[in-house]
């Protein structure tokens, strides 16, 4: 195991983990409710979902090995597409709507193209700047 990039080398593993899975509580929770219970960022709800599944792939592109990267991808795919149908399903201001889902596609992939090409290494810079003294 020569990277930093599999969670069993990372001694702040469960850390990392833990964080991802606050960010996800945070997209999925922040997808659902009402839209008048969120603050208005004054910027496209396509950009607020592409940088959500972008941020989720880098992220969890720092965890994962290599080799599963295409499950992540499959994954977050498939949290965006059923955000989507439950949107549409709930009926509390909100709606189904393809074109976010695509946004969220989008994101995925430059997030996990950004980490094919050197930025999945993350948890091994940063575990490397906490271990200074």
């Given at each position: ?109 430059v997030g996990m193209l950004l980490a094919l090409v050197g930025l999945r290494h993350w948890v091994g810079w940063l575990e490397k700047w906490l271990r200074r003294p």
């Amino acid at each position: 195991m020569s990277t930093v990039t599999q969670s069993t080398a990372a001694p702040h593993a469960r850390l990392w983990y833990a964080l991802g899975i606050a960010l996800i509580l945070v997209v999925v929770v922040s997808s659902l409710v009402p839209p008048r219970d969120l603050p208005h960022l004054r910027v496209s709800d396509k950009t607020e979902h592409f940088v959500a599944y972008f941020g989720l792939a880098l992220w969890f592109g720092g965890l994962v090995p290599l080799r599963q990267f295409l499950w992540l991808a499959l994954g977050l795919l498939a949290l965006g597409g059923g955000i989507e149908i439950a949107q549409g399903l709930m009926g509390l201001g909100r709606e189904a709507d393809w074109r976010d889902f695509y946004a969220d596609a989008y994101g995925t992939g430059v997030g996990m193209l950004l980490a094919l090409v050197g930025l999945r290494h993350w948890v091994g810079w940063l575990e490397k700047w906490l271990r200074r003294p």
